[in-house]
């Protein structure tokens, strides 16, 4: 299989990320250490939750948190170049397999992803929370980061209008990134929260990071859902692309 | 109905039969049929709204057929596409192009999407680049490019794969008028040179006259007439006399350009004769016009 398709998404997207990098980069950055000076520092200074100081606690959550935002992020830019550039035309009348198209697209989300969770535990280097790079925090963040682009991908083509987009956003993403487990433990919630919170795959991601990033021993239920959330997004960007008329 | 035994060495490149498109209660195209040889120039005339963009994307794999088969090289193209993919290129109504990409990069990208490689991308792009024109632009992010250099790389973006066959949906709406005509023999040189075939749609009647050796007439998605322009306008008398009255003009029809002028000492009021255009064909067989107030 010569991939064609995989590479053809993936020249257009780095290649555009070259160009828009050095913007984009650092102001992908803000947020997430403002949430660590803020929370990390001001609200949590001294405090300690699981048995760790807040900040140790609080780093792995913002680098599922931003992650998630550029891997799922991709999915906007998705749609513009879909709707009101039509670039995507170019990639639906190439001989080329949906199935490739869907691939380079999360291959590029991820990417974005893992970028902005290397510079964040580069950061919180400087906020004196050591993170030992370990094989297993890297399988957990390709995990996350695949999930949350495959989403992306399957989004972006599965709604109509930029209007459509922005509702899942605001009603799904951003409560999911809120109370799913980045700041606080899942389980403080009120219990029918918890429950529908934990229905959602970033709890999971979190754990897996958080527990891999602290050097504790992870649960393979987490990494069990976090698959079957990983393949059935993926089946639902594929199934998107095979049935869009664009 | 009963088909002509196929003929290997003259398998069209593509045949379409009763192809048809519904929008839920909307009848986009209907039973269209038609077939198209190698190296063939053929235009699908007819107003908006007629049919003609929602064909084209059929044809391309874009939407997806309610009724009938499309067959490139004598294979399905719903059972073969990408077999079929390489064959065709493609020139939306819209201009595609990754604005925020240089031309060089747009190009890239389809000779990487086309599985074209090393040193044979690096020579297709440059010369794609040198046809357009845009040798000196090469390197410079689309966006900054005007609308007939943009157009003329979609152009040459179609064609890098060499397809056997071009497809232009509506290529020259909004250009000016020597912008338009650059474009057109660039088309004509692409059809020659090359022996590309080429299916163009248009609403503009000196488009479809200039260019095309056989025209499909298209009306509320179904097809009204097809043939040569010459042959069509044959049809309905070569030579026009229009008189003027009131403020309606009304036309009438002759053989010879000896009968019109005839008439024309016949007439009362303001009278000029014209050659017959694509324009009357359409009129008389439906009733309407296809250039909107032409």
């Not at chain 1, 749609?79 to 999360?106: K, W």
């Not at chain 2, 632009?137 to 007939?148: C, L, M, P, Y």
């Not at chain 2, 003329?152 to 509506?170: I, S």
């Amino acid at each position: 299989m010569a991939l064609d398709g995989v590479r053809g998404v993936l020249y257009r997207q780095l290649t555009l990320y070259a160009r828009r990098a050095r913007k984009q980069v650092p102001a992908s950055l803000v947020s997430p250490l403002l949430f660590l000076v803020a929370f990390g520092w001001g609200l949590g200074g001294g405090a300690s939750v699981e048995g760790v100081s807040y900040l140790a606690y609080l780093v792995p959550g913002l680098v599922a948190m931003s992650s998630l935002m550029q891997s799922y992020g991709i999915a906007q830019e998705l749609n513009i170049s879909r709707f009101y550039f039509r670039v995507f035309d170019e990639f639906l009348i190439a001989p080329v397999a949906p199935f490739e198209i869907v691939l380079g697209e999360v291959l590029h989300g991820m990417f974005r992803g893992l970028v902005s969770a290397a510079l964040i535990l580069l950061a919180a280097l400087a906020f004196g929370v050591p993170s030992a790079p370990s094989p297993l925090l890297a399988a957990a963040l390709l995990l996350h980061t695949f999930v949350f682009a495959a989403l992306g991908v399957a989004m972006a083509m599965l709604v109509q209008d930029h209007a459509g987009q922005a509702a899942l956003t605001n009603f799904v993403i951003t409560p999911m990134v809120f109370l799913g487990g980045t700041f606080f433990p899942v389980e403080r919630l009120p219990a029918p929260l918890a429950l529908a919170v934990s229905a959602l795959p970033l709890p999971h991601a979190v754990r897996l990071i958080r527990d891999t990033f602290l050097g504790r021993p992870a649960d393979p239920v987490h990494l069990l859902v976090l698959a079957v959330f990983a393949a059935g997004f993926f089946a639902l960007a594929l199934h998107a692309v095979r049935r869009v008329e664009a | 109905m009963s088909a002509a035994p196929p003929d290997v060495a003259v398998t069209p490149l593509l045949v379409v039969e009763g192809l048809g498109k519904s929008y839920g209660s909307v009848l986009a195209v209907r039973d269209l049929s038609f077939s198209l040889r190698a190296g063939e120039f053929v235009g699908l005339l007819g107003p908006n709204g007629a049919g003609k963009t929602t064909t084209i994307r059929m044809l391309t794999g874009l939407a997806r057929p309610s009724a009938g088969a499309i067959r490139y090289d004598g294979r399905d193209f719903a059972r073969a596409p990408r077999m079929a993919k390489r064959n065709i290129g493609v020139v939306h109504q819209v201009t595609n192009l990754d604005r925020d990409l240089t031309a060089r990069e747009n190009l890239t990208l389809h000779a990487i999407l086309h599985g074209i490689g090393g040193r044979e991308r690096a020579a297709r792009v440059a010369e794609a680049l040198r046809f357009a024109g845009l040798e000196d632009e090469s390197d410079r992010a689309v966006r900054t490019f005007s609308g007939g250099m943009g157009r003329r790389l979609v152009v040459v973006r179609a064609l890098l794969h060499r397809p056997k066959l071009l497809f232009l949906d509506e290529p020259t709406v909004g250009l000016d008028p020597q912008i338009r005509r650059d474009l057109w023999q660039l088309l004509l040189r692409v059809n020659q040179a090359s022996g590309t075939a080429i299916l163009l749609t248009t609403h503009y009647i000196e488009e479809a006259e200039r260019l095309c050796g056989r025209v499909l007439i298209l009306d509320r998605g179904g097809l009204v007439a097809e043939g040569a322009p010459e042959t069509l306008k044959r049809t309905v008398g070569r030579f026009v006399v229009e008189t003027v009255r009131d403020d309606r003009i009304e036309n009438s029809f002759h053989e010879t350009r000896g009968d019109a002028v005839a008439r024309l000492g016949s007439c009362t009021a303001t009278c000029k004769v014209r050659e017959a255009t694509l324009e009357d064909v359409f009129l008389k067989l439906t009733g309407r016009r296809i250039e909107r107030g032409a």
